[in-house]
């Protein structure tokens, strides 16, 4: 898709004077040395230059770690870890590591997306404590890098807590903090998120128009706000978020065929592709130019298990043939493989109509159950099916949220893996799919090496 020399010439020079913040590091402990305080003063005595680091944290996003696209981000793990993905490459690619279930502690993508998760939470605390310690950049945009900061480091380790369970919430730059620090529960980690979230809502813009998303806003946090209601159940919360953005009339669910290009009124926040008519990774990982794949394919029972007449799988799912006739399907939802004239794709991170599916669960939650419905059924047919009747059947609503969430959000940076484990069906539904499933796989295991480097960080999680 894209020519790797060039992009990575264009990456070193975006990435320069973040980098500049803080020295790549291969273990997390080793985080937090002590930096020149002289580049970071010069940086954060200009509005520019610190715009160009907080540009850098975006671009390493992108790039790699949970929220990019390409075939070393969260959809293409979670995917394969679980029913959406089957991976066609080696054994020892990573796809095909979690695919075939045999991760273990050692495994280096284990140890990378940890690593690569608190050093661009590093970053993060490094442009925090810039700002907060510079009497020179302008109040606009010291609110405004403080707060895209603040969303940042939440929903890093959002993903973190995720994955892992347990872990550390890092707030300094400080080497003696970070070297030695301990876990803290998920809850905790969940309040920490809650409460950067909540001071972010001071500092950002209400919104931004559409085609323009690609910073952080109030839309943002409350969305992230209802994600973290939904994984901790606690509904009236979830739904106050939820309305906040459903309510905003620039916030609209999207036809499907346009829902991922940059200009969707559905989109919350979005990642900008790193240079002018380039598209996303999505589209160069997902969409399989000859068969067979060599990456990563939908699953068959995957496919099988679509409604008839869901416009979805006539939106979002294509096809392709081998020499043998067999088909095989892979995600359509990112329909460009490579640059075009204009960029047309952003990566969409962030969407509406997550958020009706979280405030239908909530409404359900609650008892008031046509509105539950209403809110299905709002995604139902904007998928071309037919809505479901009003009922008061609680396993009847809450087994149509699931579905519609499963075939709504699919290969999106794991959601029906965190949507398996928040069900309690994750044992269920993947003892079935994969005969090598353990119920300790309902997390990873916390890096082997971090655990040499750091005793706090025990102890290891269970069956590991």
């Not at 807590?161 to 003696?176: I, K, N, Q, R």
């Not at 906040?244 to 969707?264: A, G, H, R, T």
């Not at 299905?376 to 998928?383: G, L, M, Q």
Request: glycine residues 4%; hydrophobic residues 40%.
């Amino acid at each position: 898709m894209k020519n790797t020399i060039i992009r990575n010439i264009i990456l070193l020079s975006i990435l320069i004077i973040s980098l500049l913040l803080c020295k790549s590091c291969d273990e997390f402990t080793d985080v937090g040395l002590p930096k020149n305080q002289i580049t970071r003063d010069v940086v954060f005595k200009d509005d520019q230059l610190a715009k160009a680091a907080m540009a850098g944290i975006y671009r390493s996003l992108e790039e790699s770690g949970f929220l990019s696209g390409s075939s070393s981000g969260a959809q293409v793990i979670w995917g394969s870890y679980i029913d959406e993905l089957q991976s066609y490459g080696a054994a020892t690619t990573d796809a095909s590591i979690f695919y075939q279930l045999s991760h273990t502690a050692s495994t280096d993508k284990i140890s990378t997306v940890w690593n690569t998760s608190y050093t661009q939470i590093y970053n993060i605390n490094a442009v925090i404590e810039g700002v907060e310690n510079s009497d020179q950049l302008s109040t606009a945009v010291k609110a405004q890098l403080k707060g895209e900061a603040l969303f940042l480091r939440s929903i890093l380790h959002l993903y973190l807590a995720l994955t892992y369970g347990a872990v550390p919430y890092v707030t300094t730059t400080a080497y003696e903090v970070n070297q030695s620090i301990g876990k803290i529960s998920v809850d905790e980690v969940y309040l920490k998120c809650r409460n950067d979230l909540e001071a972010s809502l001071a500092l950002l813009p209400e919104t931004l128009p559409k085609g323009s998303r690609i910073y952080p806003t109030k839309m943002a946090s409350y969305a992230l706000l209802a994600r973290i209601g939904y994984y901790q159940s606690d509904w009236g919360s979830a739904k106050h978020y939820c309305d906040l953005v459903i309510n905003n009339p620039q916030y609209q669910m999207e036809v499907l065929d346009k829902l991922f290009l940059k200009d969707s009124t559905s989109s919350i926040w979005q990642l900008l592709p790193y240079g002018a008519g380039y598209n996303t990774y999505q589209g160069n990982v997902f969409i399989i130019k000859t068969a067979p794949p060599s990456n990563v394919a939908l699953r068959q029972d995957f496919i099988s298990e679509f409604e008839t007449g869901d416009k979805r799988f006539s939106s979002w799912v294509a096809q392709i043939k081998d020499s043998q006739n067999k088909t095989y399907y892979y995600p359509f939802k990112y329909q460009q493989y490579s640059s075009s004239a204009t960029t047309m794709e952003y990566s969409v991170i962030l969407r509406v109509e997550e958020l009706y599916l979280i405030r239908a669960e909530a409404m359900l939650k609650m008892a008031q159950y046509n509105a539950a419905v209403a809110d299905i059924n709002s995604v139902r047919t904007r998928a071309g099916l037919n809505g479901i009747a009003n009922t008061s059947d609680s396993a009847f609503l809450l087994n149509a949220i699931i579905k519609e969430r499963r075939f709504e959000l699919f290969t999106e940076f794991g959601h029906r893996f965190f949507d398996l484990r928040h069900y309690n069906l994750l044992d269920d539904v993947m003892q079935v799919k994969k005969s090598g499933w353990k119920p300790n796989f309902k997390l990873l295991p916390l890096p082997e090496k971090e655990l040499l480097l750091n005793p706090n960080l025990n102890p290891q999680n269970n069956g590991y």
